[in-house]
């Protein structure tokens, strides 16, 4: 399939969320994942500060990492911004929740993930964290930005079709 089709056929989706069946990670885990394409990561960055900035800390762990967890939200650090900058150049939208690499030609879903269900579970390593990142990670569960996630489709030249449903609000990718 060529961009020109590819747009086409994007155009004429009118949903705002896609289903990822059967992924698998880098451990071994198989989940399907349902994404709401139709919110980007600024957004809900925002709305994590605001969460943020109400959360009453019950110790002083918990101020520490909300102190941390906002600073990195507000306040990146030049690493960060550059490679965010980068990760900008790197991609044109053609739709709402996909992005296609222009160097690769691969298309990625991007989107905030409503739902994951594993199918097969993975294979992790154990892990050895501090008090304060523990901390940090139970207060990232309540946030909104840390779902956001991108998913690579494939290459334009591998997918065949796009299927959507009649109401347009299904869309299958064939490949």
């Excluded at 992924?23 to 349902?34: D, R």
């Amino acid at each position: 399939m060529d961009i020109i089709k590819l747009k086409e056929k994007l155009n004429n989706y009118s949903g705002g969320f896609f289903s990822v069946k059967n992924y698998k990670n880098q451990n071994g885990e198989i989940s399907n994942y349902l994404l709401n394409v139709k919110v980007n990561i600024d957004t809900l960055k925002k709305k994590d500060v605001e969460k943020l900035n109400s959360f009453v800390p019950e110790n002083d762990l918990q101020a520490k990492a909300k102190e941390e967890l906002l600073n990195s939200l507000t306040n990146p650090s030049d690493a960060t911004k550059n490679r965010s900058e980068g990760q900008k150049n790197a991609y044109v939208y053609v739709s709402d929740g996909i992005k296609l690499h222009t160097e690769t030609m691969k298309l990625f879903f991007v989107g905030q993930r409503v739902k994951k269900t594993i199918v097969v579970n993975g294979v992790y390593p154990a892990v050895n964290s501090r008090p304060l990142t523990i901390e940090k990670n139970k207060i990232k569960k309540t946030l909104s930005s840390p779902n956001y996630r991108q998913f690579q489709i494939g290459t334009i030249g591998e997918i065949k079709d796009i299927v959507l449903s009649p109401d347009k609000k299904t869309m299958e990718f064939v490949l």
